[in-house]
């Protein structure tokens, strides 16, 4: 019973690489959601998608691109890395949301530091 | 965007004691959700609210909707040393791609 995987789990960039954040649901959600939480924060959206081929900036997207090729995939791709992204990285994906049985089902994390 | 204010941000109480914690918004939600998130984990739903006015229990856990539909708080009765945490709340509107908005977090500490 997998749910939502994210890889890696913890990664080190020095400023300016590029890094793709994994994160696959077995679930058949056609929502899902790309969050980050800095220290002693809540979380905020980075990027969703309504459905393969479909995706949408959040309140934060500056810096990330994502993708939506398959249900079951959304990576996030951060391309010149800064030390404003670390931080850590929550994926989720949601079946119907607003539909009286909402849950989002969140992946482990990625923890991810820019030096 | 919408805000969500959560309160407090932190606790620390004694085994055995009630905690209550809410959340305010200027903005108009239709979901509110209770989540839980433990050290190195993901955040875990505790509760869903759907209706204004919703009171629900979830074992010791109870949160209700707001009339107003602008506010949810969360009351956790008989603290046990497990209980320590992360608790986030999140109201969901009917907007595109009905996003989670979440509050701060209130991060509560057991003591035994």
């Known amino acids: 019973n997998a749910g939502v995987t994210q890889t890696p789990k913890f990664r080190i960039l020095k400023i300016g690489q590029s890094m793709t954040l994994q994160c696959t649901q077995d679930?058949?959600?056609?929502?899902m959601y790309w969050y980050r939480q800095d220290p002693g924060m809540g979380l905020k959206l980075i990027y969703y998608?309504?459905?393969?081929?479909?995706?949408d900036k959040g309140e934060v997207p500056n810096g990330y691109n994502v993708s939506r090729s398959t249900t079951e995939d959304f990576p996030l791709r951060l391309e010149l890395a800064a030390p404003s992204q670390t931080s850590v990285y929550f994926c989720?994906?949601?079946?119907?949301?607003?539909?009286?049985?909402?849950?989002?089902?969140f992946g482990q994390g990625t923890r991810l530091t820019v030096v | 965007g919408q805000q969500l204010n959560q309160s407090p941000q932190s606790m620390f109480i004694q085994e055995g004691e009630d905690v209550s914690m809410n959340c305010t918004s200027s903005?108009?939600?239709?979901?509110w959700l209770w989540y839980k998130q433990d050290p190195g984990e993901g955040p875990v739903l505790l509760i869903a609210?759907?209706?204004?006015?919703e009171l629900t229990s979830n074992g010791r856990l109870t949160a209700q909707f707001g009339i107003t539909r602008k506010d949810s708080f969360l009351n956790i009765s008989a603290s046990i040393p497990s209980d320590v945490g992360i608790y986030f709340c999140?109201?969901?509107?009917?907007?595109?791609?009905?996003?989670?908005?979440f509050g701060g977090g209130t991060r509560l500490m057991v003591k035994p």
């Open positions: 989720a994906s949601n079946t119907n949301p607003g539909q009286g049985d909402t849950e989002a089902f």
């Open positions: 679930m058949n959600h056609n929502y």
């Open positions: 998608s309504v459905g393969a081929g479909i995706t």
């Open positions: 903005s108009i939600f239709n979901t």
């Open positions: 609210l759907y209706k204004a006015g």
């Open positions: 999140a109201g969901q509107s009917n907007n595109a791609g009905n996003m989670l908005t």
